[in-house]
């Protein structure tokens, strides 16, 4: 189990280098003029000067990218108009449009998106398992039928449709108005903040992990091992809930990990409908503003995301499926 996380984790490395250095060679080293970019249309030749000098642009490839890989390991120090601006380790650039580090201004960002993300999981995740499961318990009742019926309604129709239904008719009146404050601030506002993007965001989705769950549960309670627990007289909920969710679990787990890393760079839509400062708003505004260090520091941030997502992911898969052994 030991080599194979090892493997695991070199092998995520080396995908979040390439995609590092791919990301940077995309958005700094194209044939087009980044410093201009950057600096926007109304930029003055001395302040693309600045910022040429600053990013290093007028360097050989390699040494770009060796910079870069160093600030992200050590730090950086920018000289902007004469003054020495720190990026403290990992640095992800410097957004010239806002006047602070990328690392600082996606620290920011980021506990916003992890709060969307994080508490619509638990609701998707758990409504959808527990009516995934009653639903295959009870496979063929009018339970079971209204459980598949209800989530093939709910995803048929359009989330950004849901999302504006609750923005401009529940926020604000049956559940309280979105906005974002701290956790350990205020852990009572927090939650009441992020209610109405926890509650579209998780209803949606549960409605798929209704149908995953439902269908690994019945080709997991219909298992040999299943039948045998059955036939030894162990009680009914204890075969459905020790021995069939265990392992019905496993690829649901697998969507679940792969969701939420998606989510985690994918909530654009929630947080520019609700106003709620996230990473997804932030590379909505960098991308406006043409301000690529950010755009880049996002990329490195989502990439990342997903491969720790899966690799977490591959290593729950083998200890909740009991059929799966690693040498």
């Known amino acids: 189990m030991l080599l194979y996380i090892l493997r695991r984790a070199a092998s995520a490395i080396s995908v979040i280098f390439v995609t590092l250095v791919a990301s940077y060679a995309l958005f700094l080293l194209a044939p087009t003029d980044p410093a201009g970019t950057i ?27 060796g910079a870069y890989l160093k600030g992200v390991v050590a730090g950086r120090d920018y000289e902007i108009g004469g003054t020495v601006r720190e990026c403290d380790a990992p640095c992800l650039g410097y957004s010239f449009a806002l006047g602070r580090p990328v690392t600082e201004l996606i620290g920011d960002a980021l506990p916003v998106t992890l709060s969307i993300v994080g508490g ?7 409504t959808g398992v527990l009516v995934g499961t009653l639903a295959a318990r009870h496979r063929g009742t009018t339970l079971d039928r209204l459980a598949v019926s209800s989530s093939l309604t709910i ?13 401009l008719y529940l926020s604000g009146v049956v559940i309280p108005r979105s906005e974002y404050h701290p956790l350990l601030e205020n852990p009572l506002a927090w939650a009441a903040g992020l209610m109405a993007a926890w509650l579209t965001l ?16 019945i080709e997991s309670l219909g298992q040999d ?20 969710v265990r392992a019905g679990l496993s690829p649901v787990v697998t969507i679940v990990g792969l969701d939420i890393a998606y989510q985690l760079t994918n909530t ?58 690693i040498a």
């Open 225 to 244: 091992y299943v039948r045998t627990a059955r036939s030894k007289g162990i009680s009914e909920r204890r075969v459905v809930y020790r021995h069939g």
């Open 268 to 325: 654009l839509f929630t947080e520019s409908i609700f106003g709620l400062p996230g990473l997804g708003l932030l590379t909505l505004r960098a991308f406006n503003t043409y301000d690529l260090p950010v755009l880049l520091g996002s990329v490195l941030v989502g990439s990342t995301v997903l491969v720790l997502m899966n690799l977490l992911v591959d290593i729950i898969y083998s200890f909740l499926d009991p059929r799966v052994r």
């Open 120 to 126: 619509a999981a638990i609701i998707y995740f758990g």
């Open 155 to 167: 995803n048929s129709v359009p989330y950004f449709i849901v999302v504006l239904l609750v923005a």
């Open 202 to 217: 998780g209803l949606t989705n549960a409605a798929s992990y209704t149908r995953y769950s439902r269908a690994a549960m």
């Open 39 to 65: 600096c926007g249309p109304k930029c003055t030749p001395d302040r693309a000067a600045e910022i040429t000098k600053a990013l290093e642009l007028e360097e050989p490839p390699l040494l770009q990218i």
